[in-house]
């Protein structure tokens, strides 16, 4: 990708682990609606995603987009959900078409499938002897409003892929921890993303060549209920983590 990337919601956790290791590697555009902490390095846009005119400007010139911003909070109500994730996600989406953008990465999440997460099925689901797994190509299945908008984003994807042929990854990313898995939850170790391999996740999505494909942002833990073969297959994703390789 020699073209500038914009990477929105830049300022939060997912944005800070992709710059960690991807900082000199592309020519960055950050996005986010609260200015930098620090003296930016690139160039920065404060703005809201839900204001196109402002997007449209940060977007325009660029290869590829890594769309972060939202609210990311499980419990998030739908008023919030809506306007920063629905609204915001069709916002850049558009505005990334209209400026006629090859590439669009976007931040899925787990909770887009939370409901396959059933009574009978856990605990076991979390443990290394249980061989469920989800590999992408089932249907989504929200366990709260943030997953719903979740799959609305991935379906935005697929509309624009479909119609104006975006390129489109939807990343159903896990738990990302910094250092270490989740302590004391299975539930976060079997879909613990270090910060080293959210960063190369994301690097894949912005060097491979795909269509449309939901993939599973995990590290390779040995507890896993998410299968990251299509990753490894479409993307090029090698993860280098594993939750088990930790103490705790
Ligand atoms: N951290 C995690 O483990 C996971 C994160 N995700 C998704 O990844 C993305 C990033 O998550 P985090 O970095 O953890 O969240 P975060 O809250 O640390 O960062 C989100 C950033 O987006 C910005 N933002 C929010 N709404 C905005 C708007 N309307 N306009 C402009 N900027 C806006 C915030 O100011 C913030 O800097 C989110 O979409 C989240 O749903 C998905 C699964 C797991
Ligand atoms: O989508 C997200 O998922 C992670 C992990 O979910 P949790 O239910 O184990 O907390 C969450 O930490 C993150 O905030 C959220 O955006």
Not at 117 to 138: C, S
Not at 166 to 191: F, K, W
Request: aromatic residues 10%; charged residues 25%; hydrophobic residues 35%.
């Amino acid at each position: 990708m020699d073209d500038p990337v914009l990477l929105t919601g830049s300022e939060g956790r997912v944005g800070s682990a992709i710059l960690g290791d991807l900082e000199s590697k592309y020519e960055w555009r950050l996005l986010d609606r609260e200015p930098p902490a620090a003296d930016p390095s690139h160039e920065f846009f404060v703005a809201d995603i839900t204001d196109y005119d402002a997007v449209y400007e940060a977007v325009d010139g660029v290869g590829a987009v890594i769309h972060l911003a939202g609210d990311p909070r499980p419990e998030a109500p739908w008023n919030s959900v809506l306007g920063n994730n629905i609204d915001g996600t069709h916002t850049v989406m558009q505005a990334a078409v209209d400026a006629g953008v090859e590439k669009f990465v976007f931040a899925s999440s787990n909770h887009a499938v939370g409901a396959y997460e059933t009574e009978e099925r856990k605990p076991d689901l979390y443990r290394t002897h249980d061989e469920f797994r989800l590999d992408g190509t089932e249907l989504p299945r929200p366990g709260n409003l943030y997953g719903v908008s979740k799959a609305a984003g991935e379906t935005l994807g697929r509309y624009y892929h479909d119609e104006f042929d975006l390129s489109v990854a939807c990343v159903r990313i896990g738990n990302l921890t910094e250092g270490h898995p989740p302590i004391d939850y299975e539930r976060g170790q079997a879909m613990w993303l270090s910060y080293r391999d959210c960063a190369h996740l994301f690097d894949c999505c912005l060097t491979a060549d795909y269509g449309y494909e939901i993939v599973y942002g995990i590290s390779d833990n040995d507890r896993k209920y998410y299968s990251i073969e299509r990753a490894r297959e479409v993307l090029g994703y090698d993860p280098q983590d594993n939750s088990a390789h930790h103490d705790d």
